[in-house]
């Protein structure tokens, strides 16, 4: 059975950092990342990686901002998020896909058919 679970969500002032995890059990995929979602809000692709190659791909509103890494041995996909801002507040879910291209477009949330249960981030200001 497939389980992506994620951790490290909290609530930080405005500037400050976190750090998310995500363990994704029983198998690997083609491409993981991180989407967000806003109460009333649609979903959004935050950042991706390419497990194989490593390359990476993020959303204007995060980049410079915001770091995804992997850890190949622990089948462990990280999200780094510093200069946290309000506007960041959302539910964070790791996601995977095993498509190989991205038909939709790289950014779009529907790419990644497993999704992980997701965890609260809060920015106050």
């Known amino acids: 059975q497939v389980q992506l679970v994620e951790s490290g969500g909290g609530l930080v002032h405005t500037g400050g950092s976190l750090r998310l995890s995500c363990v994704a059990s029983?198998?690997?995929?083609?491409?993981m990342g991180w989407l967000r979602q806003a109460p009333g809000e649609e979903w959004q692709f935050v950042a991706g990686?390419?497990?194989?190659?490593?390359?990476?791909l993020y959303a204007d509103s995060v980049k410079g901002r915001f770091t995804i890494s992997k850890d190949n041995a622990k089948n462990t996909v990280y999200l780094q998020m510093s200069t946290l801002k309000p506007e960041d507040t959302a539910v964070y879910y790791c996601?995977?896909?095993?498509?190989?291209?991205?038909?939709?477009?790289?950014?779009?949330?529907?790419?990644?058919?497993?999704r992980g249960q997701g965890t609260q981030v809060t920015v106050s200001s």
């Open positions: 990686i390419w497990w194989r190659a490593g390359q990476t």
């Open positions: 029983g198998r690997t995929f083609v491409r």
């Open positions: 996601a995977a896909t095993d498509k190989p291209y991205c038909s939709n477009g790289c950014y779009d949330p529907s790419e990644f058919g497993f």
